[in-house]
Structure formats: structure tokens, C-alpha cells
């Protein structure tokens, strides 16, 4: 297994996919953002809990300093967006939603 199979694969064997060049994320792109969480994080027992409410960092034990490195890549690729080292901080990963924002914010650049 590669490096990537291994970031992106889930104990179910899913995998998110990268957005196509001529495809733009769904139209709640929260679902999206979530959806590369639930399977970055081996979240999948735990999805239908978790809303853009629902904090991230420092709340959900699977989100370590390894596993925001892990969902950083896994985000990169989904979207097709560059995350630079100055972009990160802990104020991204406060919950689901301020996570989703920024890549809305993210897209919105590009």
C-alpha cells in the first residue's frame, strides 16, 4: 500500500476521491469536508453524530498532531487546494464548520 492508499484508506476500504478538474464539490460541500473527516479519522461508527458544530481539535482523540497532517493531505487532495504552513492553525480544526469555511475560503481563491 502506498503512502496515499494508506492516508486516504478507512477501515471500511472507502476512500474519498479527488474533485475532477471539470467537477465542482457538491452543493452542501460541508457533506464533503465531513465525509474526508469520517474517513481520514476512522470515524465511520461515529458519522451521523457529527454536524458542523461539532468540535474537532482537542475533542475527538483520533485528531492528533500525525492525524492534522494526515487530514491536511487528505484535504489538499480532495479539493485540489494548496494548504501552506502559515494557513495552519488551530482556529481551522475548532469544529466541523470552521473547517468547512475555510476551505470554502480556500476554493474561493482558487
Known amino acids: 500500500m502506498t503512502v496515499d492508499e494508506h492516508l486516504h484508506a478507512s477501515p471500511g476500504g472507502n476512500r474519498t476521491r479527488p474533485i475532477e478538474a471539470d467537477e465542482t464539490p ?43 497532517l494526515e487530514l491536511i493531505v487528505a484535504v489538499e487532495q480532495r479539493f485540489r487546494i494548496r494548504i501552506e504552513d502559515e494557513d495552519v492553525s488551530g482556529d481551522i480544526f475548532q469544529t466541523l464548520g470552521t473547517l468547512t469555511a475555510f476551505v470554502a475560503g480556500k476554493l474561493a481563491d482558487s
Open 26 to 68: 457538491t452543493v452542501d460541500l460541508g457533506d464533503d469536508v465531513k465525509a474526508v473527516v469520517v474517513t481520514t479519522l476512522g470515524l465511520q461508527a461515529r458519522a451521523e453524530t457529527i454536524d458542523a458544530a461539532t468540535p474537532l481539535l482537542g475533542s475527538l482523540p483520533e485528531l492528533d498532531s500525525m492525524a492534522v
